[in-house]
């Protein structure tokens, strides 16, 4: 339990720091920018992608 506690505070401390100095708003706009960039290469792959006949003659996407 003490460790708990000794690890908290630490934990604690260090977010603080961080937070203050700015760190984590840098941490989360970059993985703001990173989700966009994936979500947007994902929809693009989408729409691209060839459409495949089925046997009840449908024709639907392939999955990625």
């Not at 961080?18 to 729409?47: I, M, S, W």
């Amino acid at each position: 339990m003490i460790r708990t506690l000794i690890f908290g505070a630490i934990a604690g401390y260090v977010g603080k720091k961080l937070y203050d100095e700015g760190k984590l708003t840098e941490f989360k706009n970059d993985l703001t920018t990173r989700y966009n960039d994936a979500k947007a290469k994902l929809d693009e792959q989408r729409v691209t992608a060839p459409a495949v006949a089925t046997p009840t003659g449908a024709t639907t996407q392939l999955p990625h």
